[in-house]
Protein backbone atom coordinates (compact mmCIF):
# COMPACT_ATOMS: atom_id res chain seq x y z
CA UNK A 1 0.00 0.00 0.00
CA UNK A 2 1.13 3.93 -0.52
CA UNK A 3 1.65 5.69 2.87
CA UNK A 4 -0.71 8.36 3.08
CA UNK A 5 0.75 11.79 1.97
CA UNK A 6 -0.53 13.51 5.53
CA UNK A 7 1.06 10.25 7.71
CA UNK A 8 4.47 11.36 6.03
CA UNK A 9 4.23 15.22 5.68
CA UNK A 10 4.23 15.76 9.73
CA UNK A 11 6.42 14.19 12.47
CA UNK A 12 5.82 12.39 15.31
CA UNK A 13 6.93 14.66 18.60
CA UNK A 14 4.24 14.89 20.45
CA UNK A 15 3.45 18.70 21.46
CA UNK A 16 3.87 20.24 24.63
CA UNK A 17 0.96 22.94 24.39
CA UNK A 18 -2.30 22.26 26.49
CA UNK A 19 -5.84 23.34 25.50
CA UNK A 20 -7.31 26.61 26.86
CA UNK A 21 -10.63 28.00 25.96
CA UNK A 22 -11.41 28.67 22.46
CA UNK A 23 -11.86 32.94 22.94
CA UNK A 24 -12.51 34.86 25.94
CA UNK A 25 -13.96 38.65 25.23
CA UNK A 26 -12.72 41.60 27.10
CA UNK A 27 -14.88 44.29 27.19
CA UNK A 28 -13.53 47.36 24.97
CA UNK A 29 -10.99 48.37 22.48
CA UNK A 30 -7.91 49.80 21.84
CA UNK A 31 -6.50 52.27 18.91
CA UNK A 32 -2.86 50.69 19.13
CA UNK A 33 -1.29 49.60 16.11
CA UNK A 34 -0.22 46.14 15.08
CA UNK A 35 1.50 45.51 11.87
CA UNK A 36 0.37 49.24 10.84
CA UNK A 37 -3.14 49.07 11.49
CA UNK A 38 -5.22 49.85 14.60
CA UNK A 39 -6.83 47.13 17.17
CA UNK A 40 -10.17 46.21 16.13
CA UNK A 41 -13.45 47.36 18.19
CA UNK A 42 -14.26 44.65 21.21
CA UNK A 43 -10.88 42.95 20.62
CA UNK A 44 -9.24 43.96 23.51
CA UNK A 45 -7.71 41.24 25.96
CA UNK A 46 -9.37 38.33 23.82
CA UNK A 47 -7.86 35.13 24.13
CA UNK A 48 -7.53 32.82 20.75
CA UNK A 49 -6.88 28.82 20.82
CA UNK A 50 -5.66 27.81 17.69
CA UNK A 51 -5.24 24.23 16.94
CA UNK A 52 -2.74 22.55 13.98
CA UNK A 53 -1.24 19.54 12.57
CA UNK A 54 2.19 20.39 13.83
CA UNK A 55 2.74 17.70 15.99
CA UNK A 56 6.43 17.64 15.63
CA UNK A 57 9.15 20.41 15.62
CA UNK A 58 7.27 22.37 13.50
CA UNK A 59 4.99 22.73 16.22
CA UNK A 60 7.76 24.19 19.27
CA UNK A 61 8.28 26.61 15.82
CA UNK A 62 4.67 27.59 15.82
CA UNK A 63 4.45 27.98 19.77
CA UNK A 64 6.91 30.43 20.04
CA UNK A 65 5.68 32.20 17.50
CA UNK A 66 2.08 32.47 19.50
CA UNK A 67 4.11 33.29 22.78
CA UNK A 68 5.90 36.51 20.50
CA UNK A 69 2.65 37.77 18.96
CA UNK A 70 0.88 37.13 22.69
CA UNK A 71 3.76 39.03 24.33
CA UNK A 72 4.25 42.11 21.57
CA UNK A 73 0.66 42.93 20.01
CA UNK A 74 -0.60 46.32 21.50
CA UNK A 75 -4.17 44.65 21.31
CA UNK A 76 -3.55 42.45 24.25
CA UNK A 77 -4.71 39.23 22.24
CA UNK A 78 -3.31 36.07 23.76
CA UNK A 79 -2.80 32.98 21.60
CA UNK A 80 -2.50 29.57 22.60
CA UNK A 81 -1.33 26.46 20.26
CA UNK A 82 -2.17 23.09 20.71
CA UNK A 83 -0.86 20.61 17.96
CA UNK A 84 -3.18 17.79 17.54
CA UNK A 85 -2.80 14.42 15.93
CA UNK A 86 -5.77 13.37 13.62
CA UNK A 87 -6.67 17.21 13.96
CA UNK A 88 -9.05 16.35 10.96
CA UNK A 89 -11.16 13.98 13.34
CA UNK A 90 -10.28 15.88 16.27
CA UNK A 91 -12.18 19.21 14.36
CA UNK A 92 -14.83 17.21 13.41
CA UNK A 93 -15.66 15.41 16.91
CA UNK A 94 -14.62 18.88 18.27
CA UNK A 95 -17.56 20.36 15.89
CA UNK A 96 -20.24 18.15 16.76
CA UNK A 97 -19.60 18.48 20.47
CA UNK A 98 -19.98 22.18 19.91
CA UNK A 99 -16.07 23.00 21.31
CA UNK A 100 -14.78 24.40 18.85
CA UNK A 101 -11.07 26.00 19.20
CA UNK A 102 -11.20 29.90 17.92
CA UNK A 103 -9.15 28.71 14.39
CA UNK A 104 -7.10 26.16 13.12
CA UNK A 105 -4.12 25.34 10.94
CA UNK A 106 -5.13 23.29 7.97
CA UNK A 107 -3.45 20.78 5.18
CA UNK A 108 -4.98 22.84 2.13
CA UNK A 109 -6.27 19.47 0.97
CA UNK A 110 -8.55 19.23 3.87
CA UNK A 111 -10.22 22.83 3.32
CA UNK A 112 -12.85 21.61 1.24
CA UNK A 113 -13.86 19.05 3.19
CA UNK A 114 -13.99 20.64 6.91
CA UNK A 115 -16.05 23.93 4.86
CA UNK A 116 -18.23 21.42 3.40
CA UNK A 117 -18.76 19.93 7.47
CA UNK A 118 -19.21 23.28 8.33
CA UNK A 119 -16.41 22.91 10.59
CA UNK A 120 -14.52 25.91 8.87
CA UNK A 121 -16.27 29.23 8.56
CA UNK A 122 -16.21 31.71 6.16
CA UNK A 123 -14.02 35.10 6.54
CA UNK A 124 -16.60 37.42 7.74
CA UNK A 125 -16.27 41.39 7.01
CA UNK A 126 -14.41 42.26 10.32
CA UNK A 127 -11.74 39.44 9.73
CA UNK A 128 -11.09 40.26 6.02
CA UNK A 129 -10.92 43.87 6.99
CA UNK A 130 -8.30 43.34 9.47
CA UNK A 131 -6.48 41.63 7.13
CA UNK A 132 -6.65 43.82 4.20
CA UNK A 133 -7.39 44.16 0.57
CA UNK A 134 -4.11 44.05 -0.83
CA UNK A 135 -3.06 40.92 0.91
CA UNK A 136 -4.39 38.76 -1.96
CA UNK A 137 -1.91 40.02 -4.57
CA UNK A 138 1.11 38.99 -2.18
CA UNK A 139 0.10 35.27 -3.12
CA UNK A 140 0.86 33.09 -6.18
CA UNK A 141 -2.44 32.85 -7.59
CA UNK A 142 -3.03 28.73 -7.20
CA UNK A 143 -2.02 29.39 -3.98
CA UNK A 144 -4.59 32.03 -2.96
CA UNK A 145 -7.21 29.89 -4.86
CA UNK A 146 -7.10 26.88 -2.47
CA UNK A 147 -8.58 28.41 1.04
CA UNK A 148 -11.95 29.59 -1.22
CA UNK A 149 -14.92 26.85 -1.60
CA UNK A 150 -18.14 27.71 -3.28
CA UNK A 151 -17.05 31.64 -3.82
CA UNK A 152 -16.38 32.45 0.37
CA UNK A 153 -12.95 32.98 1.75
CA UNK A 154 -12.46 29.73 4.00
CA UNK A 155 -8.55 29.99 4.19
CA UNK A 156 -5.21 31.70 4.01
CA UNK A 157 -2.36 30.45 2.74
CA UNK A 158 0.68 30.21 5.64
CA UNK A 159 3.05 27.81 3.78
CA UNK A 160 4.38 25.75 0.68
CA UNK A 161 6.11 22.45 1.31
CA UNK A 162 7.43 20.77 -1.70
CA UNK A 163 8.75 18.00 -3.10
CA UNK A 164 12.47 19.29 -3.28
CA UNK A 165 15.50 17.67 -4.22
CA UNK A 166 18.70 17.09 -1.60
CA UNK A 167 22.30 16.25 -3.13
CA UNK A 168 25.44 15.58 -2.12
CA UNK A 169 27.86 18.49 -2.16
CA UNK A 170 31.00 16.16 -1.91
CA UNK A 171 29.92 14.15 -4.56
CA UNK A 172 29.26 16.66 -6.58
CA UNK A 173 32.24 17.92 -6.36
CA UNK A 174 34.32 15.39 -6.99
CA UNK A 175 31.96 14.98 -9.92
CA UNK A 176 33.04 17.97 -11.60
CA UNK A 177 28.73 18.91 -10.75
CA UNK A 178 28.22 22.79 -10.68
CA UNK A 179 25.51 23.40 -7.48
CA UNK A 180 22.58 24.25 -8.51
CA UNK A 181 21.12 27.47 -8.26
CA UNK A 182 17.39 28.82 -6.67
CA UNK A 183 16.01 27.61 -10.08
CA UNK A 184 14.99 24.41 -11.21
CA UNK A 185 17.85 22.51 -13.12
CA UNK A 186 16.73 22.03 -16.78
CA UNK A 187 16.47 18.20 -17.98
CA UNK A 188 19.66 18.56 -19.51
CA UNK A 189 21.53 19.72 -16.51
CA UNK A 190 19.76 17.19 -14.43
CA UNK A 191 20.96 14.04 -16.97
CA UNK A 192 23.74 15.81 -17.16
CA UNK A 193 24.56 15.27 -13.22
CA UNK A 194 23.55 11.71 -14.05
CA UNK A 195 26.00 10.52 -16.45
CA UNK A 196 29.09 12.55 -13.99
CA UNK A 197 27.81 10.53 -11.23
CA UNK A 198 27.82 7.55 -12.77
CA UNK A 199 31.26 7.90 -14.03
CA UNK A 200 32.71 8.67 -10.84
CA UNK A 201 31.96 5.58 -9.61
CA UNK A 202 28.58 6.61 -7.20
CA UNK A 203 24.74 6.04 -6.86
CA UNK A 204 23.83 8.75 -8.74
CA UNK A 205 20.15 8.47 -7.61
CA UNK A 206 18.01 7.15 -4.31
CA UNK A 207 14.42 6.26 -5.33
CA UNK A 208 12.18 4.20 -3.17
CA UNK A 209 8.07 3.49 -3.57
CA UNK A 210 5.36 4.47 -1.65
CA UNK A 211 4.86 8.32 -0.82
CA UNK A 212 8.21 8.81 -2.53
CA UNK A 213 7.32 7.54 -5.62
CA UNK A 214 3.56 8.97 -6.17
CA UNK A 215 4.67 12.23 -4.69
CA UNK A 216 7.22 12.23 -7.47
CA UNK A 217 4.83 11.01 -10.35
CA UNK A 218 2.07 13.75 -9.54
CA UNK A 219 5.04 15.99 -9.83
CA UNK A 220 6.09 14.44 -13.34
CA UNK A 221 2.94 13.93 -14.81
CA UNK A 222 2.57 17.98 -14.59
CA UNK A 223 5.71 17.98 -16.29
CA UNK A 224 5.16 16.48 -18.97
CA UNK A 225 2.06 18.68 -19.07
CA UNK A 226 -0.99 16.60 -17.65
CA UNK A 227 -2.79 16.57 -14.85
CA UNK A 228 -4.44 15.00 -11.99
CA UNK A 229 -7.93 16.05 -12.60
CA UNK A 230 -9.86 19.13 -14.40
CA UNK A 231 -9.43 22.39 -13.35
CA UNK A 232 -12.82 22.13 -11.59
CA UNK A 233 -11.78 18.57 -9.47
CA UNK A 234 -14.63 17.05 -10.99
CA UNK A 235 -13.11 15.12 -13.40
CA UNK A 236 -10.12 12.47 -12.98
CA UNK A 237 -7.73 13.27 -15.96
CA UNK A 238 -4.18 10.92 -14.90
CA UNK A 239 -4.97 8.40 -17.49
CA UNK A 240 -3.19 10.26 -19.86
CA UNK A 241 -0.04 10.11 -21.77
CA UNK A 242 1.78 12.79 -19.85
CA UNK A 243 1.08 9.49 -16.46
CA UNK A 244 2.34 6.83 -18.45
CA UNK A 245 5.19 8.87 -19.18
CA UNK A 246 5.89 10.26 -15.65
CA UNK A 247 5.52 6.37 -14.68
CA UNK A 248 7.79 4.56 -17.00
CA UNK A 249 10.92 7.51 -16.23
CA UNK A 250 10.64 6.84 -12.49
CA UNK A 251 10.63 2.87 -12.81
CA UNK A 252 13.60 3.63 -15.70
CA UNK A 253 15.43 5.61 -12.97
CA UNK A 254 15.04 3.33 -9.87
CA UNK A 255 15.24 -0.10 -11.94
CA UNK A 256 18.80 1.99 -12.72
CA UNK A 257 20.20 2.74 -9.59
CA UNK A 258 17.95 1.86 -6.97
CA UNK A 259 15.83 -1.02 -7.36
CA UNK A 260 15.89 -2.91 -4.12
CA UNK A 261 14.76 0.46 -2.19
CA UNK A 262 10.87 0.63 -1.30
CA UNK A 263 8.30 0.33 1.40
CA UNK A 264 7.07 2.99 3.66
CA UNK A 265 9.13 4.95 6.28
CA UNK A 266 11.65 6.48 3.47
CA UNK A 267 14.48 4.34 3.05
CA UNK A 268 15.22 6.34 -0.21
CA UNK A 269 16.15 8.89 2.04
CA UNK A 270 18.29 6.83 4.88
CA UNK A 271 20.20 5.17 1.81
CA UNK A 272 21.00 9.00 0.76
CA UNK A 273 21.98 9.49 4.30
CA UNK A 274 24.92 7.02 4.09
CA UNK A 275 26.63 9.33 2.11
CA UNK A 276 27.39 7.77 -0.91
CA UNK A 277 24.46 8.81 -3.27
CA UNK A 278 24.40 11.74 -5.05
CA UNK A 279 20.61 12.77 -4.86
CA UNK A 280 17.58 11.86 -3.50
CA UNK A 281 13.65 13.31 -3.48
CA UNK A 282 11.58 14.35 -0.88
CA UNK A 283 9.73 16.68 1.35
CA UNK A 284 10.79 19.71 3.20
CA UNK A 285 9.89 17.94 6.70
CA UNK A 286 13.23 16.59 6.65
CA UNK A 287 15.42 19.49 5.89
CA UNK A 288 16.27 19.63 9.78
CA UNK A 289 17.23 16.29 9.92
CA UNK A 290 19.59 16.08 6.66
CA UNK A 291 21.10 20.07 7.49
CA UNK A 292 22.66 18.33 10.08
CA UNK A 293 24.91 16.65 7.77
CA UNK A 294 27.50 18.88 6.57
CA UNK A 295 27.47 17.32 3.19
CA UNK A 296 23.82 17.74 2.15
CA UNK A 297 22.33 20.59 0.25
CA UNK A 298 18.93 21.83 -0.84
CA UNK A 299 17.54 22.38 -4.31
CA UNK A 300 14.37 22.96 -6.46
CA UNK A 301 12.95 19.40 -8.20
CA UNK A 302 14.54 19.17 -11.15
CA UNK A 303 12.81 19.29 -14.83
CA UNK A 304 12.64 15.46 -15.61
CA UNK A 305 10.19 15.88 -17.89
CA UNK A 306 9.56 19.10 -20.19
CA UNK A 307 8.92 21.81 -18.04
CA UNK A 308 9.45 22.80 -14.12
CA UNK A 309 6.79 21.32 -11.68
CA UNK A 310 6.59 19.92 -8.62
CA UNK A 311 4.28 18.05 -5.84
CA UNK A 312 3.52 20.00 -2.44
CA UNK A 313 0.56 20.75 -0.26
CA UNK A 314 0.10 23.86 1.72
CA UNK A 315 -0.63 24.71 5.09
CA UNK A 316 -3.77 27.10 5.20
CA UNK A 317 -5.12 29.53 8.14
CA UNK A 318 -8.78 28.91 9.02
CA UNK A 319 -11.54 30.37 11.36
CA UNK A 320 -14.07 27.69 13.11
CA UNK A 321 -15.79 30.46 14.84
CA UNK A 322 -18.50 32.94 12.83
CA UNK A 323 -18.25 35.43 15.99
CA UNK A 324 -17.40 38.43 14.42
CA UNK A 325 -15.03 39.71 17.13
CA UNK A 326 -13.41 36.60 17.60
CA UNK A 327 -12.88 36.34 13.68
CA UNK A 328 -11.61 39.75 13.81
CA UNK A 329 -9.22 38.80 16.84
CA UNK A 330 -7.80 35.67 15.29
CA UNK A 331 -7.43 37.69 12.02
CA UNK A 332 -4.86 40.33 13.81
CA UNK A 333 -2.77 36.79 14.81
CA UNK A 334 -3.29 35.44 11.12
CA UNK A 335 -1.81 39.18 9.97
CA UNK A 336 1.27 39.24 12.02
CA UNK A 337 1.82 35.71 11.36
CA UNK A 338 1.66 35.97 7.61
CA UNK A 339 3.46 39.29 7.93
CA UNK A 340 6.52 37.67 9.75
CA UNK A 341 6.23 34.52 8.09
CA UNK A 342 9.83 34.30 6.92
CA UNK A 343 10.30 33.17 10.67
CA UNK A 344 8.23 30.29 10.06
CA UNK A 345 10.67 29.13 7.50
CA UNK A 346 12.82 27.77 10.29
CA UNK A 347 10.29 25.12 10.06
CA UNK A 348 11.09 24.15 7.02
CA UNK A 349 8.26 25.79 5.29
CA UNK A 350 8.48 27.70 2.10
CA UNK A 351 6.35 30.97 2.46
CA UNK A 352 3.64 31.71 0.68
CA UNK A 353 3.54 35.26 0.80
CA UNK A 354 5.70 36.50 -2.11
CA UNK A 355 7.10 39.56 0.46
CA UNK A 356 8.31 36.83 2.75
CA UNK A 357 9.76 34.88 0.11
CA UNK A 358 12.18 37.97 -1.08
CA UNK A 359 12.87 39.06 2.68
CA UNK A 360 16.52 39.47 2.38
CA UNK A 361 17.03 38.46 5.92
CA UNK A 362 15.48 34.76 5.08
CA UNK A 363 18.74 33.40 3.53
CA UNK A 364 19.99 33.94 7.34
CA UNK A 365 16.51 33.13 9.20
CA UNK A 366 16.57 29.58 7.25
CA UNK A 367 19.23 29.03 4.71
CA UNK A 368 18.25 25.52 3.30
CA UNK A 369 14.74 26.91 2.62
CA UNK A 370 16.48 30.13 0.62
CA UNK A 371 17.77 27.44 -1.83
CA UNK A 372 13.94 26.14 -2.91
CA UNK A 373 12.07 29.30 -2.78
CA UNK A 374 11.25 28.98 -6.60
CA UNK A 375 8.90 25.79 -5.44
CA UNK A 376 6.57 28.17 -4.48
CA UNK A 377 5.73 29.28 -7.99
CA UNK A 378 5.74 25.99 -9.67
CA UNK A 379 4.14 23.20 -7.40
CA UNK A 380 0.70 22.02 -8.33
CA UNK A 381 -1.89 21.27 -5.51
CA UNK A 382 -5.17 19.32 -6.07
CA UNK A 383 -8.11 21.91 -5.86
CA UNK A 384 -10.08 22.56 -2.78
CA UNK A 385 -12.67 19.42 -3.19
CA UNK A 386 -14.02 17.85 -0.42
CA UNK A 387 -12.05 14.72 0.15
CA UNK A 388 -10.43 15.29 -3.38
CA UNK A 389 -6.90 13.62 -2.77
CA UNK A 390 -7.53 10.29 -1.21
CA UNK A 391 -10.04 9.88 -4.12
CA UNK A 392 -6.63 10.18 -6.33
CA UNK A 393 -4.14 8.99 -4.88
CA UNK A 394 -5.74 5.78 -3.03
CA UNK A 395 -6.55 4.50 -6.22
CA UNK A 396 -3.27 5.45 -8.08
CA UNK A 397 -0.92 5.12 -5.51
CA UNK A 398 -1.28 1.37 -5.15
CA UNK A 399 -0.64 1.20 -9.42
CA UNK A 400 2.50 2.90 -8.85
CA UNK A 401 3.89 0.67 -6.38
CA UNK A 402 2.73 -2.38 -8.18
CA UNK A 403 4.07 -0.83 -11.43
CA UNK A 404 7.90 -0.58 -10.01
CA UNK A 405 8.18 -3.58 -8.36
CA UNK A 406 6.88 -5.10 -11.75
CA UNK A 407 3.70 -6.79 -10.38
CA UNK A 408 1.72 -4.87 -13.29
CA UNK A 409 3.65 -4.46 -16.32
CA UNK A 410 1.04 -2.20 -18.68
CA UNK A 411 1.39 1.24 -17.22
CA UNK A 412 -1.67 2.72 -19.50
CA UNK A 413 -3.95 -0.05 -18.77
CA UNK A 414 -2.94 0.08 -14.76
CA UNK A 415 -4.10 4.07 -14.78
CA UNK A 416 -7.11 3.41 -16.72
CA UNK A 417 -8.63 1.14 -13.97
CA UNK A 418 -7.31 3.46 -11.11
CA UNK A 419 -8.92 6.66 -13.02
CA UNK A 420 -12.34 4.95 -13.35
CA UNK A 421 -12.12 4.07 -9.88
CA UNK A 422 -11.08 7.65 -8.71
CA UNK A 423 -13.62 8.86 -10.60
CA UNK A 424 -16.55 6.41 -9.09
CA UNK A 425 -15.32 7.82 -5.82
CA UNK A 426 -15.21 11.36 -6.33
CA UNK A 427 -18.94 11.09 -7.96
CA UNK A 428 -19.84 9.49 -4.64
CA UNK A 429 -18.02 12.27 -2.57
CA UNK A 430 -20.26 14.87 -4.90
CA UNK A 431 -23.46 13.28 -2.90
CA UNK A 432 -21.68 12.96 -0.04
CA UNK A 433 -20.67 16.00 0.58
CA UNK A 434 -23.23 18.46 -0.93
Not at 17 to 37: H, N, Q
Amino acid sequence: TTEPPQATQEATQPSEATEAPGSTEAPGATEAPVGGSECPAGVDGMAIEMWSPFTGPDGDEMTALADRFSSENPCGITVTHVAQPEYVQKLEAAAAAGQLPAMTAVRAINVGQLAARNVLKPFGTEAMAVLGEDLAGDFPEDLWRLGEYKGERYSIPLDVNPLIMFYNKELFAAAGIEEPSAEPWTREEFEDALAKLEGSGVTPLSLGTAFQAAALWQALIRQYGGSLTDEAGTTATYNSEAGVQALERIKELRDKYTPDVSGTGDPEVNVFKQGDVGMTFHGPWWISDLAKLDFVGFAPLPTIGDQPATWGGSHQLALTTDDPATQAAAAVWIKWLSDNSAEWAKAGQVPARTSARENPELSSIAPPVSNILESANTVVIVPPVPALEPALWDQFGPVIDAYLAGDVTDAAAALDEANSKSQQVMDENVATFE
